[in-house]
């Protein structure tokens, strides 16, 4: 049995295309459109970019907040150890807390023990880069509409450990009482 490829338009056999699914009525095997050869070049090709360490090969694309690393040299785009705390001036601790009072959450999830981490969502993206400038951390992530007349929201969120206990100790002293009180629940703070 053969199958005509989309992309190269070479007429191969059925087992040079990756199975796509079963046809529930028919009870037939369905197949890629693409051969093996031709989807995977395709996604190598989506998932590459040029390495950010500047040694002129490819690099992965950074994928579900994961850092990319070059194919060649090796070298992560991001490293979360070689973050460095900034000195943030009082205004500026203020300001995040201002932000994180009226428009974030802090939270976990049983199944990920005591982990937790810090969301702010509003859809002032400018906001949330300066809030990611300031302090060196964090992904910022476009959220799904949840309407289609809603206008779109981005979330900032803290979930490396050293980053977040940083972030909570900067804003501490100007959260209210029921933020604080909050946040112990969350983080005990021995």
């Keep these: 049995m053969t199958k005509v490829c989309r992309t190269c338009e070479e007429e191969k056999p059925i087992a040079e295309f990756y199975k796509s699914g079963r046809d529930k009525k028919t009870e037939v095997t369905t197949?890629?459109?693409?051969?093996?050869?031709?989807y995977l070049k395709r996604t190598r090709e989506l998932r590459l970019v040029e390495c950010p360490t500047g040694c002129g090969r490819m690099a992965w694309k950074k994928q579900k907040g994961r850092s990319g690393k070059c194919v060649e040299c090796g070298d992560p785009r991001r490293k979360h150890g070689d973050w460095v705390a900034p000195d943030l001036?009082?205004?500026q601790r203020a300001w995040l807390a201002g932000i994180y009072e009226g428009e974030g959450t802090i939270s976990y999830h049983k199944a990920y023990g005591k982990n937790f981490r810090i969301q702010v969502q509003m859809t002032d993206k400018d906001v949330l880069l300066r809030c990611q400038e300031w302090t060196g951390c964090g992904n910022i992530y476009e959220t799904k509409k949840q309407q289609s007349h809603h206008k779109q929201a981005w979330l900032w969120v803290v979930a490396v450990k050293a980053q977040r206990e940083w972030l909570v100790d900067q804003m501490w002293e100007f959260l209210c009482e029921r933020r604080r009180q909050r946040i112990a629940t969350v983080w005990p703070r021995g």
Excluded: F, I, M, T
């Design 89 to 91: 001036s009082d205004v």
């Design 31 to 38: 197949y890629r459109g693409s051969c093996k050869v031709c």
